[in-house]
Nanobody, 115 residues
Framework: QVQFVESGGGLVQPGGSLRVSCAPSGSVFSKWSRAWYRQAPGKQRVVVATITPDGAQDYADSVKGRFTISTDSSKNTLYLQMNDLNSEDTAVYYC?????????WGKGTQVTVSS
């Protein structure tokens, strides 16, 4: 059973930066688009950034210009570089395919932006 494993979250001050990573526990079809999602307390999980197999990127308006999605050369590990963080970015961050596959959801990584 393949799952994505997220890491790199933590506590960061407003205006700070953080990079989170995600890798599958097994083989994932490389031709699928992948995405970062986040779920803030009391809110639904939403997509924040998407990358296609060809490298095309798309971002939610709330993170555009601040977040960058990327993969390593093998396209196995997915990254999300987050800059100029603010309190509204506080959430659990998950990765998955886009559209997401239910069986691939991992536990996520908590990102907390607070002074």
């Amino acid at each position: 059973q393949v799952q994505f494993v997220e890491s790199g979250g933590g506590l960061v001050q407003p205006g700070g930066s953080l990079r989170v990573s995600c890798a599958p526990s097994g083989s994932v079809f490389s031709k699928w688009s992948r995405a970062w999602y986040r779920q803030a307390p009391g809110k639904q999980r939403v997509v924040v950034a998407t990358i296609t197999p060809d490298g095309a990127q798309d971002y939610a308006d709330s993170v555009k210009g601040r977040f960058t999605i990327s993969t390593d050369s093998s396209k196995n590990t997915l990254y999300l570089q987050m800059n100029d963080l603010n309190s509204e970015d506080t959430a659990v961050y998950y990765c998955n395919t886009q559209p997401p596959r239910m069986e691939y959801w991992g536990k996520g990584t908590q990102v907390t932006v607070s002074s």
